[in-house]
Nanobody
Framework: QVQLAESGGGSVQAGGSLRLSCAAS????????MGWYRQAPGKQRELGAV???????NYADSVKGRFTISRDNAKNTVYLQMNSLKPEDTGVYYC???????????????WGQGTQVTVSS
């Protein structure tokens, strides 16, 4: 099982940027598909972005064009660059790891502890 630790959250004004990082343990990191979820207060956890083991990516419509997910397999780290932030981006952001080929239709797999992002208007 992959262990994950997120960092980089904080408070910014609307229109600002943040870069989240997720450090993963284990030599098998590069074989895993990685994702970032967001959980707003009182809402369910929702998937924002996925990067597969082959480097291809997929984004939710709500973040497409503003967020970029990337990975550095040499550093066992996945990143989420968030630009043009909106108040509705506020929430706890969780890193997620799954074996390659897993479905992303439901929350599952390994999780970090989360990092808070607050965007003020």
């Amino acid at each position: 099982q992959v262990q994950l630790a997120e960092s980089g959250g904080g408070s910014v004004q609307a229109g600002g940027s943040l870069r989240l990082s997720c450090a993963a343990s284990g030599r098998i990191f590069r074989f895993h598909d990685m994702g970032w979820y967001r959980q707003a207060p009182g809402k369910q956890r929702e998937l924002g972005a996925v990067i597969y083991s082959d480097g291809s990516t997929n984004y939710a419509d709500s973040v497409k064009g503003r967020f970029t997910i990337s990975r550095d397999n040499a550093k066992n780290t996945v990143y989420l660059q968030m630009n043009s932030l909106k108040p509705e981006d506020t929430g706890v952001y969780y890193c997620n790891a799954r074996p390659p080929g897993s479905s992303w239709s439901q929350p599952a797999g390994s999780w970090g502890q989360g990092t808070q992002v607050t965007v003020s208007s």
